[in-house]
């Protein structure tokens, strides 16, 4: 098991960037937190599997949500305490400031909404996802369904081949047998006068 506490800097508050790391957390089985700090970064602080962690990181660095900017992430390594059970997010949506006026709503709740949405696409993101996978094992299912039946005609062919040549080599030895006959028939009424 891993810990490891992540900082990242750019444009990661009022982006959805919460709800991306959640919803990415969630999917590997990584426990810890994300909080907005007061100049505006990000900080995670979390703990799994080893493969889960880096793959949480990797994802952070390469799937960034459209609205966030990472310019700098710093990723520290630290003993595994054991201590979360779950992933949450811990401190304000956006840093106080000492009078919150009317704007600073409006941004929380256009950032809440944002979230929801992200959380939205991502859960449609899972299901298309999912739908092209299931699109491809049909594809693939199919065509294997198709080469089996290839080989049965192909078989088909060989086996309407082979009875036609058997019916040819049948035909032929029938018209000897049927010739010998006829000429032993002809001989036995020569002999006994018949002829």
């Known amino acids: 098991m891993k810990r490891v506490s992540i900082r990242i800097k750019g444009n990661v508050q009022m982006a959805g ?14 426990k810890g937190f994300a909080e907005n700090l007061e100049d505006g970064s990000v900080r995670v602080v979390c703990e799994g599997e ?3 962690i880096n793959e949480l990181i990797n994802s952070i660095k390469e799937n960034t949500p459209s609205f966030a900017r990472i310019d700098e992430m710093n990723v520290a390594y630290e003993e595994y ?19 919150e006026d009317a704007m600073l709503r409006y941004m929380q709740s256009f950032d809440n909404k944002g979230e929801v949405m992200i959380g939205i696409l991502s859960s449609m993101n899972e299901t298309m996802k999912s739908v092209k996978e299931d699109t491809g094992q049909i594809k693939r299912d199919t065509s294997q369904m198709l080469e089996k039946q290839d080989m049965m005609l192909e078989k088909q062919d060989d086996t309407i081949e082979e009875i036609r040549s058997l019916r040819g080599d049948l035909k032929s030895y029938m018209e000897n047998k049927f010739a010998k006959i006829e000429h032993e028939i002809m001989d036995i009424k020569a002999k006994i006068g018949m002829v």
């Open 17 to 30: 960037f919460w709800t991306f790391i959640k919803g990415l957390a969630d999917s590997l089985n990584v």
């Open 50 to 52: 080893k493969d889960g």
């Open 81 to 99: 305490k054991g201590e979360f059970t779950g992933f949450e997010r811990r401190g304000a949506d956006v840093p106080k400031e000492d009078k």
